[in-house]
């Protein structure tokens, strides 16, 4: 039997060896990429699964999806520095023991009275606070504040101030005392917070402009408490003087200011 050859794109074929191909079951190629039916559990409706660590512009809002990193929990450490930070801070306060020489109402403002305060300086210092609503007056005459001593100057309706009284008060501000440094106390000495081993270690006070322009006594004084004894504290700090600690009258776990 001659044999035939049959042209087949470049391939040359005997014709005997036609009956093998027709009798091998060739198998179409099959290859590794997914078909629409087997995507379908991933994309729909819309699998927020789908390479995972992407945002998934179709999920919603409220679909709990990793795609944003997450801000660490603040350690004892990061607590520990911040409450370093703020005692640092207060202790660039220059707080004063003071004694109220006199007081009287401000001849233009009614919710204010101006005292002559000597904290320890050859002259007394004139400061206008606004307690005429919470305080008689007759209560100020002689008394023993707490006066915060390194603030710029005001002028609080034609009277220029030269420092504030801290008091404490209730969250709404309803009733507000005065600080009152212990009987011995005397004025003119500096206050700290902390233990007596703490107050020769104080710097010296930051200037009224340093006060102003790094924002001292805005970052402190959110610290700043009466605790369950209405003894006045900063954080876990307490408020010293040479003759014992400072407090208020009644108020506890109040805002001081």
Same mark, same amino acid.
């Given at each position: 039997?001659?044999?035939?050859?049959?042209?087949?794109?470049?391939l040359?074929?005997?014709?005997?060896?036609?009956?093998?191909?027709?009798?091998?079951?060739?198998?179409?190629?099959?290859?590794?990429?997914?078909?629409?039916?087997?995507?379908?559990?991933?994309?729909?409706?819309?699998?927020?699964?789908?390479?995972?660590?992407?945002?998934?512009?179709?999920?919603?809002?409220?679909?709990?999806?990793?795609?944003?990193?997450?801000?660490?929990?603040?350690t004892?450490?990061?607590?520990?520095?911040?409450?370093?930070?703020?005692?640092?801070?207060?202790?660039?306060?220059?707080?004063?023991?003071?004694?109220?020489?006199?007081?009287?109402?401000?001849?233009?403002?009614?919710?204010?009275?101006? #005292?002559e305060?000597?904290? $320890?300086? @050859? !002259? &007394?210092?004139?400061?206008?606070?606004?307690?005429? +609503?919470? %305080?008689?007056?007759?209560?100020?005459?002689?008394?023993?504040?707490?006066?915060?001593?390194?603030?710029?100057?005001?002028?609080?309706?034609?009277?220029?101030?030269?420092?504030?009284?801290?008091?404490?008060?209730?969250?709404?501000?309803?009733?507000?005392?005065?600080?009152?440094?212990?009987?011995?106390a005397?004025?003119?000495?500096?206050?700290?917070?902390?233990? #007596?081993?703490?107050?020769? $270690?104080? @710097? !010296? &006070?930051?200037?009224?402009?340093?006060?102003?322009? +790094?924002? %001292?006594?805005?970052?402190?004084?959110?610290?700043?408490?009466?605790?369950?004894?209405?003894?006045?504290?900063?954080?876990?700090?307490?408020?010293?003087?040479?003759?014992?600690?400072v407090?208020?009258?009644?108020?506890?776990?109040?805002?001081?200011?």
């Amino acid at each position: 039997m001659a044999a035939m050859t049959i042209g087949l794109r470049g391939l040359s074929l005997s014709t005997l060896s036609l009956p093998l191909l027709r009798s091998c079951k060739i198998k179409p190629p099959t290859h590794s990429y997914p078909t629409s039916r087997s995507l379908k559990p991933l994309i729909s409706p819309c699998n927020p699964t789908v390479f995972r660590g992407f945002p998934s512009f179709c999920a919603s809002p409220d679909v709990n999806v990793e795609t944003t990193a997450t801000v660490p929990p603040a350690t004892e450490a990061d607590n520990a520095q911040s409450a370093d930070d703020i005692r640092n801070a207060a202790n660039l306060l220059d707080i004063r023991v003071g004694r109220i020489i006199k007081a009287w109402r401000h001849e233009e403002a009614d919710s204010l009275y101006v #005292e002559e305060v000597d904290v $320890g300086e @050859p !002259e &007394p210092r004139i400061i206008c606070s606004g307690l005429v +609503k919470y %305080i008689p007056s007759d209560l100020l005459q002689d008394a023993k504040v707490v006066v915060l001593a390194n603030l710029k100057p005001r002028n609080m309706r034609g009277v220029k101030s030269n420092g504030m009284l801290m008091a404490a008060s209730d969250a709404a501000h309803e009733n507000v005392e005065l600080l009152m440094p212990p009987d011995g106390a005397v004025p003119g000495e500096r206050i700290w917070f902390g233990t #007596e081993d703490d107050k020769d $270690g104080q @710097p !010296e &006070p930051a200037t009224p402009n340093q006060v102003q322009k +790094k924002k %001292i006594w805005e970052s402190v004084q959110p610290q700043l408490k009466t605790d369950a004894s209405c003894t006045a504290m900063l954080g876990e700090h307490l408020m010293q003087t040479s003759a014992g600690v400072v407090v208020c009258r009644s108020l506890k776990n109040a805002n001081i200011s």
